[in-house]
């Protein structure tokens, strides 16, 4: 408790208490001070786990309340071609005949919904990976930032620790060990982006694509 918080204390135990009763006073501020200081860490939780940021963050254009019909389309803009039922592949050329390889996949059903994307690199005459300090590709970065932001921002440092939430680095976004991590009991999120290679996964189950 901070100093200010301590004189707010013993003025207000002065000046509403008896000497004899000040000390349930104290009691009574003390259990005021912590009921306050839980429903501000349970609404910083309810900020980070509404489940409606989920279902809107976009990849690549696309989110979980995109309309399945209007996916091919939107990502043929952004350069992806079709092969299969809902599955989106693209290359890009960099020097030295390194390539990289994007692959998103869509699945939509009546209880689960899930948006995946994968990109690594391959080809050319160098084969070890990209250093560590490389930075993560610029089409990757804002999108990465925004799902670590709603997984690891607004919790308790013991809610960060156990989503195993890293700092952002420019060469590393990442939670949840690399795996697939369980936002209550409707939300997973799996993110691990770096230079040499990103993956990124949001599933939903029991929604509407019609919900708010």
Known sequence: MSLIQNSIMKTFCHHYFLPSQRSLGWTVFLLFYLHSSVIASETNIKKSTNINHFL???IEGISLKTPLETVPSILEKHGYEQTGSM??????????QRKSNYRIEVEGADKIHR???FRGKSGGRIKSPPKQE?????NEIEMAKELHDLVCSGITTEEQEKRSCLPITASNISFGDGGLLEIGS????????????TT??????????GDN
């Open 134 to 138: 490389e930075p993560i590709l610029p």
């Open 56 to 58: 809107t963050l976009e």
């Open 186 to 197: 409707r939300i997973g999120v799996k993110l691990d982006a770096s230079a040499a290679t």
């Open 200 to 209: 990124i996964e949001i599933k939903s189950a029991q929604f509407s694509r």
């Open 87 to 96: 599955t989106f592949i693209k290359q890009n050329q960099h020097p030295g």
């Open 115 to 117: 948006i995946t994307y």
